[in-house]
């Protein structure tokens, strides 16, 4: 394992673009699933020279984890994953099984207190997410997580993905994840609003 090897866990849209960008820029990925023989998995291993496996095969790969799952699934994922002391994940995801918003990553760091997790781009629409470029003037994205070695290897990840170091702003401890996954309901409606899913928010002072 190197500090290369990077495992997404999740097959859909937001997986599937992570994993696609992190082999763009130099990772050596495994896309994770719960059946090694997923056919979105390994539809797109064969397109991208990447791997497909089961979220345990993914977990194992890297010491650097995507959390791409759907927010309301994630804490099972992560318990059929396998032993996952000392890795580091980048929860990206929203839990929207209901009306309220529910805390994730929280919730993740609270069941595996040996994982270091890191929130992130759950605030952007999946393009955006790999592609900050896509938008015509410089826009935020937040970081939060308790680990700061942690955070400092997802910030590296998010700068490879094209987002510069002065757009990305740390928020502070992972008890600040679920103001990130607060803003969900507004991101939903300004989408309704724009008919457009490439759009962020910029903090200016």
């Known amino acids: 394992m190197t500090d290369l090897n990077v495992g997404v866990l999740g097959t859909g849209a937001v997986g599937e673009a992570i994993a696609t960008r992190l082999i763009e ?6 896309m994770g699933s719960r059946d ?6 390994v539809a797109w291993a064969e397109r991208t020279g990447g791997r497909a496996g089961t979220f345990a095969d993914a977990a194992a790969h890297g010491s650097l984890l995507f959390n791409a799952t759907p927010g309301g699934a994630s804490l099972d994922v992560l318990r059929s ?4 002391t000392g890795k580091v994940l980048a929860d990206i995801s929203n839990d929207l099984t209901s009306a309220a918003v ?3 990553a929280a919730g993740l760091q ?41 955070k400092a290897q997802v910030r590296t990840v998010l700068t490879k993905f094209g ?37 962020n928010l910029r903090v200016v002072s």
């Open 25 to 30: 820029v130099g990772y050596d990925v495994v």
């Open 36 to 41: 090694a023989a997923n056919p979105k998995a």
């Open 81 to 84: 994953a396998g032993d996952l």
């Open 102 to 104: 529910k805390p994730v």
């Open 110 to 150: 609270a069941a595996f207190p040996s994982l270091k997790v890191v929130k992130t781009l759950n605030t952007v629409n999946c393009d955006v997410m790999v592609r900050p470029d896509l938008l015509s003037q410089p826009h935020t994205m937040f970081v939060a997580g308790d680990d700061a070695v942690a």
């Open 163 to 199: 987002w510069p170091e002065d757009d990305v702003l740390d928020l502070g401890g992972i008890d600040k994840a679920f103001a990130m996954e607060q803003y969900v309901p507004l991101w939903i409606a300004v989408w309704g609003a724009k008919r457009d899913l490439r759009f």
